[in-house]
């Protein structure tokens, strides 16, 4: 049984910072990627930052000058860095892992707003 539990998320102010941190039942290794996708309220789920087995990172032109993803191995435990937030932003943000499958977090509530 893999397990994904997200923290972290919150209300923040327009410009604030929150760092989500995902952590893994498993090594994280395991898995041939991790990530974040977020989902705003009548909107598509949407790949925000994505951090493979080797270490490569991807995070979308959107959100790449503001949003970064990391790891801590020896944790287990995967993170998503985000600065100078935006009302856009608010959203669901869910943890993300593909390795013998597609393993999901219960997603963390982000809202930006004054």
């Known amino acids: 049984q893999v397990n994904l539990v997200e923290s972290g998320g919150g209300l923040v102010q327009p410009g604030g910072s929150l760092r989500l941190s995902c952590a893994a039942s498993?090594?994280?290794?395991?898995?041939?990627?991790m990530g974040w996708y977020r989902q705003a309220p009548g909107k598509a789920r949407e790949r925000t930052a994505i951090?493979?087995?080797?270490?490569?990172?991807y995070v979308p032109d959107s959100v790449k000058d503001r949003f970064t993803i990391s790891r801590d191995i020896a944790k287990s435990t995967v993170y998503l860095q985000m600065n100078s937030l935006k009302p856009e932003d608010t959203a669901v943000y869910y943890c993300?892992?593909?390795?013998?499958?597609?393993?999901w977090g219960q997603g963390t509530q982000v809202t930006v707003s004054s």
């Open positions: 993300y892992g593909y390795g013998a499958g597609d393993y």
């Open positions: 498993g090594s994280i290794l395991s898995f041939n990627r």
């Open positions: 951090i493979t087995s080797g270490g490569a990172t």
